[in-house]
């Protein structure tokens, strides 16, 4: 049995003062306001559900301020994802390895208790499945296992080039699956999670997008799921979203939502070019909308359309994504500010009054749990311990009243006012450190100059 004690706590009502929590196999077990602090709690000053990290491409870690430089003509999405195919074609599985480890600590030192990994690369280069068909997976569970982080592991069926069945080619041919071969991968993960994993762990399906998979091998691989999430890419790209209009006969929101039975347990990663009429259809549909915001800004992606979609009573929560930066108060900060630049408005994500930093940050934890099957996102009796504490004698908030200070975590300050980050109960950070930080950081550096030589 853990003891905490917050001298503020954000319960589902509002904020309370001298919060006595207790936990117990990963879950908070008693919740007491106005309590006394005991000798062998851990005293933080406060104390709120820790978000869910709900998309992250792991690797792509490494790449990042590579792709910075203008070349020649404009810079786009598809000349980024270029140097990431090359960039694949030199990761070994050690490197996997060691990159995952650093961005699930870097994760969970922003505040971060879990992640939804969606998985793409899985063979060796050229395509050759490794002898144990889920190496790369493995790769990730030892990463989550040495962090500690809350894993959804997301393997990502991916088995076109493009919208219309475009064959695979370079870079793409390592993360190729057909619908019976994933079936495999998707039974070796599952049964490794349930090995190697505490039993918060998830295993989730992901059809990367609509370009890379086909209709009919749509359906089967929903027939896989087994009440797991599903996590897709839908309309990150206006070239996307013309491609797939010119192959389907619809936009890619649309079509999915008329035809794969779209509920709460999806969720719609960087649905940012839609119709009023999808925003609202999407909102509707009680799936979450993945949000990336400092990966769709650094890709040149666009805005999403936030007022529209909460005021339609939408789900959303955020992801790093490419993880070219990892910060949690800064993904909230950019999704509501690409919402003022371009309305020229501002408290733009919050659905009639209020603060719009509680609204984001209380917003992205319940959807990010939804998004990743995980019974968390809340301060409540049975809900998973994923707590996050914050410092609030910090020059940023130190001003602030209670009711105020997620504005001032999300406009005013950074990640370094992040004390205590707990995963299902696992107390990962302290003092703002992961406890084992310099392990971490030395086999990445050690990964990347091994990388950069063979680049
Ligand atoms: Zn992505």
New binding site residues.
Partial sequence: MQSIFAHHARLPQGWVIDLRLTVADGRIVTLEPGAFAQPQDHCVMALVPALANL???SFQRAMAGMTETRVSGKESFWSWRKLMYQFVDHLTPEHYEAIAGLVFMEMLEAGYASVGE?HYVHHQPGGRPYAALGELSNRVFAAADLTGIGLTHLPVLYSYGGAGQVPLSGGQQRFGNDVARYADLLSDCRSMVTKSLPSDARVGIAPHSLRATAPQDLKEVLSLRSGAPVHI?IA?QPQEVTDISTWLGARPVEWLLENCGVGADWCL??ATHMTAQETRDLAQSGAVAGL?PI?EGNLGDGPFNGAAFLSHGGHFGV?S??NVRISLSEELRMLEYSQRLRDLARNVMVPQEGSVGTTLYLGAAEGGAQALGREAGRLEVGALADLMAFDTTHVSLCALRPDQFLDGLCFASDDSVVSDVWSAGRHVVSGGRHAKRDQIIAAYASAVAALLDAL
């Fill in positions: 998309h992250s491409h969606f890419h990150e990663i960087h990336c990966t992801g994504d490419s």
